[in-house]
Each structure stands twice: as structure tokens, then as C-alpha cells.
T-cell receptor, first 115, second 119 residues
Framework: AQSVTQLDSHVSVSEGTPVLLRCNYS??????LFWYVQHPNKGLQLLLK??????LVKGINGFEAEFKKSETSFHLTKPSAHMSDAAEYFC?????????????FGTGTRLKVLA | DAGVIQSPRHEVTEMGQEVTLRCKPI?????LFWYRQTMMRGLELLIY????????DSGMPEDRFSAKMPNASFSTLKIQPSEPRDSAVYFC?????????????????FGAGSRLTVL
């Protein structure tokens, strides 16, 4: 079975400081992992995805995430927050299950960026 | 590609009326998902299809909700009769599951959503 836990429901950072959004996952199979971002009153947009090519994944807008199998984590980071990063972020795990495919979403982390 | 297309973008209706939401997935995608998002309950999976066949509808809240996928390029989510508690944003998403799980081909692409308000 697959599951994903986003450890913080809300994170506040000051503009220009680093961002860390934490995600832990559980999967019986080699999973695919994703981060999605949702700006207010908008749809969900893919930020980055994990494949087997590299454990450090770079996404759009300066975000990156590191896949750590030993820690079952896929934390999202950005060196310097911008006001436009204020949004909700979802960690997602997907893998085959019972002959089909499912995407399991975390409960989301709302990022607030302070001026 | 135009992406996942949903219509209508906004719908305001009165309690008891029938509501039909529409989705056109990305051409060639073999999975289609319907989600509902509210402030109280967050993002919920309602139902998903694989090759037009419903696979799991355990998230459909009640018999008032039904979904169909008559062909690979079209799906509907119907609510009849609608109630105020159905007010939410409904998202459709599609993906192509191909190769190994780590092939990178299984990105889930979302539509812009349909905002439903039931008065």
C-alpha cells in the first residue's frame, strides 16, 4: 500500500530565506514521486517529478527535491523564497496497486511568504 | 496539446437541479481522475477510469453522483439532485501510465477546475 505524509500543514518564511517543505512516503513498490503547487483559486501544477535518473530533482521556479530511500523522504526545498511562492504544495506518490495505478496525495502544506 | 479541458469553469445552480461537469483529457492518456476540493475536506478522489472503464468509485459520496466515460476523449460527472454541500471545485486530471513506474511518463495533468456553487 502507498501513503504520503506532509509533516507541516503550514509553513511561514521570510522573503529571501530558504524554504523546506517535508514529505515522507510509504510504498510497497518503487514509487514515482511528485510535488504539485496550487496558487489561490488556480488548478494544480506540476512542480517536479522523481524518476530513477537522479535522486536530486530540479523543478520549476528554483525548487528542488531530494529522494532519500533510506529515510523514505522527498522534501521540497528552495534556497530563497519569493513572494510569488505563496501557495499550497502537495506531495504525491504513485505506484501500481492491484493491477491498476493510483496517485496518493498528501494533505498539503500552505506556504506563507512574509515581506 | 491544449491540456485537460474542463467545462463549465463556473456553475451556479439551485438546490435540486441537475449539474453536469465535462472533461476532455489529453489525447492518448489512458487514465482519467475526478477530484473534489473544498476548504473543509481538502482534495478528494471521487472516481477514476482506466481505458474508459471505471476502476474505483469508492470516493463518490452518494448515489446522487455518477460519472461516465463513453470514449477516450470525454468524461462527465453528474450530480442529481444537487445540494448546497456539493459546492466545491471539481478537478479532472489525466495521465498516461506506460513502462515502469520510474519511466517518468506518468505525470498527472490537471484541468483548471469547475467551480460549483449550489444555492
Amino acid at each position: 500500500a502507498q501513503s504520503v505524509t506532509q509533516l507541516d500543514s503550514h509553513v511561514s518564511v521570510s522573503e529571501g530565506t530558504p524554504v523546506l517543505l517535508r514529505c515522507n512516503y510509504s510504498s510497497s513498490y518503487s514509487p514515482s514521486l511528485f510535488w504539485y503547487v496550487q496558487h489561490p483559486n488556480k488548478g494544480l501544477q506540476l512542480l517536479l517529478k522523481y524518476t530513477s535518473a537522479a535522486t536530486l530533482v530540479k523543478g520549476i521556479n528554483g525548487f528542488e527535491a531530494e529522494f532519500k530511500k533510506s529515510e523514505t523522504s522527498f522534501h521540497l526545498t528552495k534556497p530563497s523564497a519569493h513572494m510569488s511562492d505563496a501557495a499550497e504544495y502537495f506531495c504525491v506518490v504513485s505506484a501500481p496497486t492491484s493491477g491498476t495505478y493510483k496517485y496518493i496525495f498528501g494533505t498539503g502544506t500552505r506556504l506563507k511568504v512574509l515581506a | 496539446d491544449a491540456g485537460v479541458i474542463q467545462s463549465p469553469r463556473h456553475e451556479v445552480t439551485e438546490m435540486g437541479q441537475e449539474v453536469t461537469l465535462r472533461c476532455k483529457p489529453i489525447s492518448g492518456h489512458d487514465y482519467l481522475f475526478w477530484y473534489r476540493q473544498t476548504m473543509m475536506r481538502g482534495l478528494e478522489l471521487l472516481i477514476y477510469f482506466n481505458n474508459n472503464v471505471p476502476i474505483d468509485d469508492s470516493g463518490m459520496p452518494e448515489d446522487r453522483f455518477s460519472a461516465k466515460m463513453p470514449n477516450a476523449s470525454f468524461s462527465t460527472l453528474k450530480i442529481q439532485p444537487s445540494e448546497p454541500r456539493d459546492s466545491a471545485v471539481y478537478f479532472c486530471a489525466s495521465s498516461l501510465i506506460r513502462g515502469t513506474p520510474l519511466s517518468g511518463a506518468n505525470v498527472l495533468t490537471f484541468g483548471a477546475g469547475s467551480r460549483l456553487t449550489v444555492l
